[in-house]
Nanobody, 127 residues
Framework: VQLQASGGGLVQAGGSLRLSCATSGLFFDSNVMAWFRQALGKEREFVAASGGGGRNTKYVDSVKGRFTISRDSATNTVFLQMNSLKPEDTAVYYC?????????????????????WGQGTQVTVSS
């Protein structure tokens, strides 16, 4: 399984970025796909998750209304559109996959529930 995140960069506050995470080696629609982030000196935190087929999504409160997670089954890629960026969004962003094991699955916000991780992409928002 490989997850390759890209799209990070330096942007001014109020700007936008679109992160991408290309995957291989997994059954894409059978995985919850998520984004986490880790700021310098802090623990990794949940940002957003999308269920199989993108039918359901979950966001941390601090990004609701600003970030949108989406997925493309044709290319096995998950995206994170980030608008109205704030300096506190500065972090390394990681994509992650959690294999769906039940029809009653939930979108987890726990780092330990995810089976595979990408290498991270740096997002820096200047004030």
């Amino acid at each position: 399984v490989q997850l390759q995140a890209s799209g990070g960069g330096l942007v001014q506050a109020g700007g936008s970025l679109r992160l991408s995470c290309a995957t291989s080696g997994l059954f894409f629609d059978s995985n919850v796909m998520a984004w986490f982030r880790q700021a310098l000196g802090k623990e990794r935190e949940f940002v957003a998750a999308s269920g199989g087929g993108g039918r359901n999504t979950k966001y941390v409160d601090s990004v609701k209304g600003r970030f949108t997670i989406s997925r493309d089954s044709a290319t096995n890629t998950v995206f994170l559109q980030m608008n109205s960026l704030k300096p506190e969004d500065t972090a390394v962003y990681y994509c992650a996959a959690d294999k769906i094991r039940s029809v009653y699955y939930v979108l987890s916000d726990k780092v330990t529930d995810y089976d595979a991780w990408g290498q991270g992409t740096q997002v820096t928002v200047s004030s």
